[in-house]
């Protein structure tokens, strides 16, 4: 698996501003953290359109993941305007397919991080921006807050906030893209059953079970995945109700 990730703007582009703080070294900074989350915890290759302070044409960025074949590309844009929060875009006409599934789940991941700091959800979003239309894959783009809102700008400086978000959105396209853990294996989906034809009545349990493995290392490393994600997580035998 290949995430192109592209951190908007750079070079003599330098996109938002506010006094001395540019668009292009925040969202550079949250591209380089991103791909650090995702190539410490995930068996995942990550490449960007830039690593440093230089222009890249639109275009530019979407041939540079066309040629390599990546199976996501992620752009990465610092939003302004007199709002406030946090915005994702798929490319019109995408939101009911495999693209509009993936940007769902990372929305969600990132959503449930940021409320937690009163961060304002602005919703999923289509649009025809040029790395949308031009890429051959599954692609996205994130507005991250807004540059010219206070409330908003003291947690885009911050280093450990950026680094909280790359955790979010790496957490959140792991689970969109099905990456395993290193060393680990992807998560198994559990087959489904039918509803129950009748109430059975207060008091019942019900189990969800989410693999089913021969391996007991296997078994171990989805738990293990399940609780990273905040999920409680156990591993019984089959011969404990577990089949």
Excluded: W
Excluded at 46 to 62: G, H, K, N, P, W
Excluded at 165 to 176: K, M
Excluded at 188 to 215: E, I, K, M, N, W
């Amino acid at each position: 698996m290949l995430v192109c990730l592209d951190p908007g703007h750079g070079g003599s582009d330098p996109g938002a501003t506010f006094g001395t703080l540019y668009e292009k070294t925040l969202t550079l900074s949250l591209a380089l953290a991103l791909g650090r989350r995702l190539t410490d915890s995930y068996a995942v290759n990550v490449m960007y359109t830039r690593q440093d302070d230089r222009f890249v044409a639109l275009s530019e960025r979407a041939r540079m993941a066309n040629d390599a074949r990546a199976n996501f590309f992620l752009s990465i844009h610092i939003n302004a305007g007199g709002g406030e929060g946090y915005e994702d875009y798929v490319y019109p006409g995408t939101e009911p397919t495999r693209t509009g599934r993936i940007r769902d789940i990372l929305h969600d991941y990132i959503v449930h991080f940021l409320q937690k700091l009163g961060v304002d959800d602005r919703g999923k979003k289509e649009a025809d921006f040029a790395v949308l239309r031009e890429t051959a894959m599954d692609a996205a783009l994130l507005e991250v807050l807004f540059i010219d809102s206070a409330k908003d700008r003291a947690l885009l400086v911050s280093a450990e906030f950026q680094d909280q978000f790359a955790a979010a959105a790496a957490a959140g396209l792991a689970d969109a893209l099905r990456l395993p853990l290193k060393g680990g294996t992807p998560p198994t989906p559990a087959p489904t059953a039918p509803p129950p034809t009748s109430s059975p009545g207060p008091g019942v349990l019900y189990r969800v079970q989410v693999g089913a493995f021969h391996d007991r290392q296997r078994a171990d490393a989805l738990a293990a995945e399940l609780r990273q994600k905040g999920y409680p997580a156990i591993v019984l035998p089959a011969s404990d109700g577990g089949h």
